[in-house]
């Protein structure tokens, strides 16, 4: 490699009589040393899936070759290891640096990403109302995002609970908005319907 050779020095002194004397040194140059990695990134974190850090890339040195031929020779993998759902998985980082000789040094990254955060909606009605029985409302239409999820699951249902007459009862309303991490957002409104 670059940085493992041979010298090879003669010296030689003549007198003016042209008689002289050789001495020969041999130096045999190995680069044997590691480079040095400054500033790894943190080796452990665990981040929601909205805020997954950016790739940053450590600094190394080392003792032949420079800093800019050192990320020139820099080799990266980024592995992704689902979990339970499609917004929790590991990152594994690696960063491998290798010198004009082999050397190398390694640094790692586990990223463990979660989603602990349900839906957000927006929209929902009073918990509890009371109309005449020709005075009830249409089902509100909610409006419902998620932090990783495009697109969560959205849910509703109605439920009747008669009362002495056919115009006085009870409607339970529930809407449920659910991600693809199982997290739950739950509006619910109970209307009481008299005559």
């Given at each position: ?98 010198d004009h000789c082999g ?93």
């Amino acid at each position: 490699c670059l940085y493992n050779y041979t010298l090879i020095r003669i010296w030689t002194a003549t007198d003016r009589c042209g008689n002289f004397a050789c001495c020969t040194q041999t130096v045999t140059v190995q680069d044997t040393e590691d480079p040095v990695i400054e500033e790894c990134p943190e080796p452990f974190l665990q981040v929601e899936c909205d805020n997954v850090p950016d790739r940053v890339d450590p600094i190394a040195h080392d003792n032949c070759t420079s800093d800019q031929e050192l990320l020139g020779l820099l080799e990266y993998t980024e592995v992704q290891s689902t979990h339970d759902c499609a917004d929790c998985y590991t990152l594994t980082r690696t960063w491998t640096f290798y010198d004009h000789c082999g050397n190398s040094a390694t640094c790692q990254q586990l990223i463990d990403v979660v989603d602990t955060t349900p839906p957000v909606v927006s929209g929902c009605p009073a918990p509890q109302i009371q109309v005449e029985c020709d005075n009830i409302p249409d089902p509100a239409q909610l409006q419902y995002t998620d932090n990783c999820d495009p697109a969560p699951l959205f849910n509703y249902f109605e439920v009747r609970t008669n009362g002495p007459c056919d115009n006085t009862y009870m409607l339970t309303r529930t809407w449920t908005v659910v991600d693809r991490c199982d997290n739950e957002t739950v509006c619910e409104q109970i209307i009481y319907v008299i005559d």
